[in-house]
């Protein structure tokens, strides 16, 4: 997007964990920009040196704990025709990291918005899980609190697409069980931690067999990967369902009810009986 003003803010993607996967770019925008908002600026430091090169910006910190604080002046320096370059400790700015009250005030303003494509622990969990990848969800972190957590784990299980989640070491094996709770125990799931770095490690199997597994000490940087919810079986169909698909071979197809109601019964491996019944259920319900 092409804003009215000279500013510009890059946000940076780093790498996640191996300082050889960063993009080509992030080198050259390191140097071409005149403030860098850091979420840490000690890691900051180290990945410069890792990248062999010197800064000349005004460097900033930029975390959750200042965000709100930090993000007017940000805004005046791209207001003033400044190049804002956003960094946070690992992946791409504003997914699950600070950056969007900064995206979003910028947007607000016409200021143009970039980012260097970076490397992603969300999708390289994706790749390595061993799960359907062709639709997915980013669920960020789930919540601290255990009935909150329980609670919001269960609005997405019936969800057919693969989830993903960040979780802290800490509270990996509570959310493991949590997610046997509210998806099923067999559900399959895939821990992935440390992703690109030294002691990497992908663990997969059922959420009851990753939750005993997690009840061990486990450490670093953890993304969880869990398989969608089945298709449901005719078993699980609902009446309304099972009236909808009989109006639709009647509309569609043209077929008598009673044909309908056969093909349907057919279709889903049902009693036909069970197929009238639901069909009178829905007329009756209007």
């Known amino acids: ?13 780093t790498p996640i964990g191996d300082p050889a996967d960063a993009p080509p770019r992030l ?10 908002a850091a979420e840490d600026t000690r890691r900051l430091r180290r990945l410069t040196q890792a990248l062999d090169v010197r800064p000349t910006a005004r460097v900033v910190s930029y975390f959750e704990g200042n965000e709100s604080a930090r ?7 791209l207001e003033g025709g400044a190049r804002v370059l956003l960094v946070t400790d690992a992946g791409m700015p504003s997914v699950s990291d600070p ?25 390289t969990a994706l790749a390595v899980s061993g799960l359907p990848v062709d639709r997915f969800c980013f669920e960020g972190f ?22 993903v989640y960040f979780e ?18 067999d559900r399959r799931a895939a821990v992935c931690r ?3 770095k030294m002691y990497e490690e992908v663990k997969r199997g059922s959420l009851a067999e990753l939750a005993a597994w997690a009840a061990g000490d486990v450490r670093g940087e953890i993304t969880l990967v869990v398989e969608g919810a089945p298709e449901p079986g005719p078993q699980d169909l609902p009446p309304a369902e099972l009236a909808r698909r009989v109006a639709v071979r009647e509309v569609e197809a043209g077929e008598r009810r009673k044909e309908a109601i056969a093909a349907v019964a057919a279709e889903t491996g049902l009693p036909k ?14």
């Open 1 to 13: 997007m092409t804003g009215t003003v000279n500013g510009t803010l890059v946000l940076a993607g």
């Open 27 to 36: 080198a050259a925008e390191l140097v071409a920009a005149e403030v860098i």
């Open 71 to 77: 993000t007017p002046d940000l805004l005046a320096a």
């Open 99 to 123: 950056g969007y009250r900064l995206v979003a005030a910028a947007v607000e303003r016409d200021i143009t918005v970039t980012a260097v494509p970076g490397p992603s622990a969300v999708l």
């Open 142 to 163: 789930p919540p601290r609190k255990a009935g909150e957590r329980l609670s919001r784990l269960r609005e997405v299980a019936a969800d057919r697409r693969t989830l």
């Open 168 to 185: 802290s070491p800490h509270r990996v094996a509570e959310t493991l069980r949590a997610m046997a709770e509210a998806f099923g125990a």
């Open 194 to 196: 440390e992703l690109t």
């Open 273 to 286: 009986r069970e197929v009238f019944d639901a069909v009178v259920v829905a007329k009756n319900a209007g």
